[in-house]
Protein backbone atom coordinates (compact mmCIF):
# COMPACT_ATOMS: atom_id res chain seq x y z
CA UNK A 1 0.00 0.00 0.00
CA UNK A 2 1.44 3.15 -0.92
CA UNK A 3 0.65 6.70 1.54
CA UNK A 4 0.05 10.08 -0.77
CA UNK A 5 0.48 12.98 0.96
CA UNK A 6 -2.76 15.44 -0.25
CA UNK A 7 -0.76 17.47 -2.97
CA UNK A 8 -0.26 14.02 -4.46
CA UNK A 9 -4.14 13.04 -3.77
CA UNK A 10 -5.01 16.31 -5.67
CA UNK A 11 -3.16 16.17 -8.36
CA UNK A 12 -4.00 12.32 -9.32
CA UNK A 13 -7.99 13.09 -8.73
CA UNK A 14 -7.41 16.11 -11.03
CA UNK A 15 -5.77 14.70 -13.55
CA UNK A 16 -8.41 11.34 -13.26
CA UNK A 17 -11.23 14.14 -13.72
CA UNK A 18 -9.22 15.75 -16.71
CA UNK A 19 -9.17 12.53 -18.05
CA UNK A 20 -12.87 11.80 -17.51
CA UNK A 21 -14.05 15.04 -19.18
CA UNK A 22 -11.93 14.61 -22.21
CA UNK A 23 -13.77 10.80 -22.96
CA UNK A 24 -16.65 12.42 -22.25
CA UNK A 25 -16.43 15.20 -24.43
CA UNK A 26 -15.35 12.95 -27.45
CA UNK A 27 -18.18 10.30 -26.67
CA UNK A 28 -20.69 13.67 -26.88
CA UNK A 29 -18.56 14.57 -30.14
CA UNK A 30 -19.36 11.19 -31.97
CA UNK A 31 -23.16 10.40 -30.89
CA UNK A 32 -23.81 14.15 -32.30
CA UNK A 33 -21.69 13.42 -35.63
CA UNK A 34 -24.04 9.99 -35.76
CA UNK A 35 -27.11 12.38 -35.24
CA UNK A 36 -26.00 14.78 -37.88
CA UNK A 37 -24.78 12.09 -40.87
CA UNK A 38 -25.05 8.96 -38.95
CA UNK A 39 -23.79 5.87 -38.17
CA UNK A 40 -22.18 4.57 -41.39
CA UNK A 41 -20.05 8.00 -41.82
CA UNK A 42 -17.88 7.56 -38.59
CA UNK A 43 -14.44 6.60 -38.79
CA UNK A 44 -13.17 3.35 -37.40
CA UNK A 45 -11.55 5.15 -34.75
CA UNK A 46 -14.64 6.83 -33.79
CA UNK A 47 -17.06 3.49 -33.79
CA UNK A 48 -13.76 1.31 -31.90
CA UNK A 49 -14.29 4.46 -28.90
CA UNK A 50 -18.41 4.06 -28.73
CA UNK A 51 -17.50 0.27 -28.30
CA UNK A 52 -15.23 0.49 -25.40
CA UNK A 53 -17.29 3.18 -23.95
CA UNK A 54 -19.92 0.66 -24.06
CA UNK A 55 -18.21 -1.90 -22.66
CA UNK A 56 -16.86 0.12 -19.65
CA UNK A 57 -20.27 1.26 -19.10
CA UNK A 58 -21.68 -2.40 -18.89
CA UNK A 59 -18.81 -3.06 -16.51
CA UNK A 60 -17.17 -5.66 -19.00
CA UNK A 61 -13.72 -3.99 -19.29
Known amino acids: MRVMNVREANHADHEYNSRKREES ?17 LTEQEKATLFNASKKMRGEE
Open 25 to 41: EEIDRILDKIRRNGYQN
